[in-house]
Each structure stands twice: as structure tokens, then as C-alpha cells.
């Protein structure tokens, strides 16, 4: 399993960005994927889910303002981030469970300046 993320960089408060992550080495279509973060000195958080039907779900931080899709012919997740705040400033990252084990992207960095 290889997941690759990327699409960070530094914006504005009220900007918008788009990240992109590629998947390989198992089931793509059939399987949830997630999108976590992490601002320094904090724990890694759940930001949005997908699951192989694509129906999403959403941290309240971050609901109205991020989306996450996937295209199954691509192997790719994406998450569309709007309106960003300084708070979104975190590293992103891809999460795949599988099989009990779980698997990260690398990890983005996003910085958001006020």
C-alpha cells in the first residue's frame, strides 16, 4: 500500500487549496479513506471520511468549508479546502485502515497567514 499525498502550501486566511492523494497497492473503490491533520504541538485529527460509496462525513471544524471526494478511476482523494483560517495551519495527511492495519500518506503541509 503507498499513499502519497500533496497540494499544500501557504495562502491567505480566506483562501482555498486542494489536496490531492494517490493511492496504490490495494482495492481502491472498495475502501473508506480519510483525511487527518496536524497543527504543531497538537494530536492528529479526523478532518473529513469517505466511504467506498462516497457518502462524507465531516469534522464541525471544518464542515461548510471542505470537501472531500474521491475518484475510483484515478485512485485519488481529494480534499477541497475553502475559507481557510489560520487554525486550518496543520499537516494533512491520507489515512487508509485495511485489514486492520493502518496505512499514512506522508503528510502536506498547509500554512494558513492571517
Known amino acids: 500500500v503507498q499513499l502519497q499525498a500533496c497540494g499544500g502550501g501557504l495562502v491567505q486566511a480566506g483562501g482555498s487549496l486542494r489536496l490531492s492523494c494517490a493511492a496504490s497497492?490495494?482495492?481502491?473503490?472498495?475502501?473508506?479513506l480519510d483525511w487527518y491533520r496536524q497543527a504543531p504541538g497538537q494530536q492528529r485529527e479526523l478532518v473529513a471520511t469517505i466511504t467506498s460509496s462516497h457518502a462524507p462525513e465531516y469534522a464541525d471544524s471544518v464542515k461548510g468549508r471542505f470537501t472531500i471526494s474521491r475518484d475510483n478511476v484515478r485512485r485519488q482523494l481529494y480534499l477541497q479546502m475553502s475559507s481557510l483560517k489560520p487554525e486550518d495551519t496543520a499537516v494533512y495527511y491520507c489515512?487508509?485502515?485495511?485489514?486492520?492495519?493502518?496505512?499514512w500518506g506522508q503528510g502536506t503541509l498547509v500554512t494558513v497567514s492571517s
Open positions: 497497492g490495494f482495492n481502491f473503490r472498495l475502501n473508506t
Open positions: 489515512r487508509l485502515v485495511l485489514q486492520g492495519r493502518t496505512w
